[in-house]
């Protein structure tokens, strides 16, 4: 494990992303931590790596499973010098950086769905939760919490996961090393974080839009109890997904989970 420690230490040394590592065996959350930590004023670029969390963290109080020795779970702290309002495009370019890195091992086969999830063959592989604090009405910094599944089996993954989640382990056969994929990660984060802030989003807007096979087909977009049933189109400004809605009236959703509709009759059931 120091060897893990070390060679992590040795490798992200005065990188924009990576440069102070935080490293628990066993936490509750990687993104409370970063909280705490951001709270406690620590820098740009600080990141957080957990070999367990105990009360893993998802998208709308869901939980993640976060057992040891298999994956990554990881918290990114920064803090953009943007609008509070800009913050979600910061998921969208965390969601290219693990695109990216995973392409790597499974070439063509990556896809993003929005709002930020990595699928591989249409089985999730990774999830991103992204929080913020503010400070007045600026923002203080951004948490990007990533857990990647890596080394997990499919009989190592609870039962209702089996048919909706995957791991690079099932996907290529082999074990991959954890220590070069994040470190593969934190410079892709680097990269498209530095695209993010110098070039604009609309860089960033055009690569999620090429990896994500939801755009231009019929979705169904769930929040709360409310479903809207339409065609994605891009994304907004605000990280949102524009949708066209049946009744022809385009609206931009801001948070919810989407699914691809595949037939006809997925689209009349609305599933
Ligand atoms: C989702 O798809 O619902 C988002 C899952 C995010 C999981 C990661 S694991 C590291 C970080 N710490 C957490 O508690 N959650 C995120």
């Known amino acids: 494990m120091n060897n893990y420690h070390g060679l992590l230490r040795q490798n992200?040394?005065?990188?924009?992303?990576g440069h102070k590592i935080y490293f628990y065996e066993q936490t509750g959350s990687t993104n409370d931590d970063a909280f705490e930590l951001g709270t406690a004023g620590e820098p740009h670029g600080t990141v957080i790596l957990a070999e367990r969390q105990v009360?893993?963290?998802?998208?709308?109080?869901?939980?993640?499973?976060?057992?040891?020795?298999?994956?990554?779970?990881?918290?990114i702290l920064l803090r953009p010098e943007f609008e509070p309002a800009r913050a979600p495009q910061i998921s969208i370019a965390a969601g290219i950086a693990v695109a990216e890195t995973l392409h790597k091992h499974c070439p063509d086969t990556v896809q993003l769905k929005?709002?930020?999830?990595?699928?591989?063959?249409?089985?999730?592989?990774?999830?991103?939760l992204s929080q913020m604090?503010?400070?007045?009405d600026a923002i203080d910094f951004v948490v990007v919490g990533i857990g990647i599944n890596v080394?997990?089996?499919?009989?190592?993954?609870?039962?209702?996961?089996?048919?909706?989640?995957?791991?690079?382990?099932?996907?290529?056969g082999r074990e991959l090393s954890r220590v070069d994929l994040i470190i593969c990660l934190f410079e892709n984060m680097a990269k498209w974080y530095r695209k993010l802030t110098e070039d604009g989003f609309d860089t960033i807007?055009?690569?999620?839009?090429?990896?994500?096979?939801?755009i231009g087909g019929p979705v169904a977009?769930?929040?709360?109890?409310?479903t809207i049933l339409g065609r994605a189109y891009g994304l907004g400004d605000d990280g949102s997904l524009a949708v066209v809605t049946d009744a022809d009236e385009t609206v931009y959703v801001a948070a919810?989970?989407?699914?691809?509709?595949?037939?006809?009759?997925?689209?009349?059931a609305g599933h």
């Open 12 to 17: 992200l040394a005065g990188r924009p992303i």
């Open 221 to 226: 977009v769930r929040f709360h109890d409310e």
């Open 256 to 268: 919810g989970d989407a699914t691809i509709l595949k037939k006809a009759k997925d689209y009349a």
């Open 205 to 214: 807007r055009e690569k999620w839009l090429s990896l994500s096979p939801m």
């Open 151 to 172: 080394n997990i089996s499919r009989a190592e993954l609870p039962e209702e996961l089996r048919e909706t989640a995957t791991s690079l382990l099932i996907e290529t």
């Open 133 to 136: 604090k503010l400070c007045a």
């Open 114 to 128: 929005w709002p930020n999830d990595v699928l591989i063959a249409g089985r999730k592989i990774c999830g991103i």
């Open 55 to 75: 009360t893993g963290k998802g998208r709308m109080n869901r939980s993640w499973h976060s057992p040891p020795g298999a994956n990554i779970y990881t918290s």
